[in-house]
């Protein structure tokens, strides 16, 4: 199975016996979040709800899979999340039936939901992957497969020819950990955040994060790195090299 990354959302779209397009952290009412601390911007629900619409007309796929954080507000419910999301989800519906893999952001997810949208916390199998949100560990049926996650957020910071960062931009990382380990033979693909104002965490400081028991498990030497549309930017080992970190 090879994964097709589409940029535009940040998506992944995953085939095998059926096509999966994947979205991770979409963060819906997270306006209404920044607001309370005192930052207003204008709701960007609908331009967020459009990339994802875009990507789904784009490939058909059979399952759309939400992988956690489809809200943002914790621990309870936004009005701005009450008002926007049944309109989101049914809109997505009305395009590909829809499977949701609760994050740490989505207490009460289920009232906007059907009752077969819903994942177990700790992931479940589809078409032979693993998905889950990532900020809990992944259930025991799971192990041996792909993983594929959200939660990470992960960035890869662009540098000029004389090494000069220039910009942060969504990536993907995978990851798999070695016989030693003791979370030996995990592999794990981290899909990067579909909220523009969720931001990211540097690929270089993801292991020492604590976001979630998976970030502990990065290969810190050969962990691979992709911008989101595709470019392939290499080992952790050679980001180092190449910023002298």
């Not at 207490?107 to 916390?121: K, M, N, S, V």
């Not at 798999?176 to 592999?187: A, M």
């Not at 981290?190 to 931001?199: D, H, I, K, M, T």
Request: with cysteine; glycine share 10%.
């Amino acid at each position: 199975m090879r994964p097709s990354f589409l940029p535009d959302c940040p998506a992944l779209l995953m085939e095998n016996e059926i096509r999966v397009l994947v979205v991770a952290d979409l963060h819906f009412g997270i306006e209404s979040g920044l607001a309370r601390a005192g930052v207003h911007v204008q709701s960007r629900s609908r331009e967020r709800e459009g990339r994802v619409i875009a990507s789904l007309v784009r490939t058909k796929p059979d399952l759309l899979v939400l992988l956690g954080d489809v809200k943002h507000s914790v621990p309870l419910t936004s009005r701005q999340e009450y008002d926007e999301l049944p309109g989101i989800l049914d809109r997505f519906r009305a395009i590909a039936p829809i499977r949701v893999a609760p994050g740490n952001h989505d207490g009460g997810i289920a009232r906007f939901l059907r009752e077969d949208e819903l994942l177990p916390a700790q992931g479940a199998l589809i078409d032979g992957i693993g998905y889950l949100h990532g900020h809990t560990w992944p259930a025991e049926e799971l192990s041996g497969h792909l993983l594929v996650i959200g939660h990470l957020h992960p960035a890869v910071s662009l540098c000029d020819e004389v090494g000069c960062s220039l910009r942060a931009e969504p990536a993907y990382l995978y990851s798999s950990t070695g016989e030693e380990t003791p979370e030996k033979g995990l592999r794990f693909l981290v899909v990067p955040a579909a909220c523009e104002f969720s931001g990211g965490v540097d690929v270089l400081e993801l292991e020492k994060s604590g976001l979630g028991p998976l970030s502990r498990c990065i290969d810190r030497e050969n962990a691979e790195v992709w911008l989101r549309d595709g470019t392939y930017i290499g080992r952790l080992s050679e980001i180092r090299e190449q910023r002298g970190a």
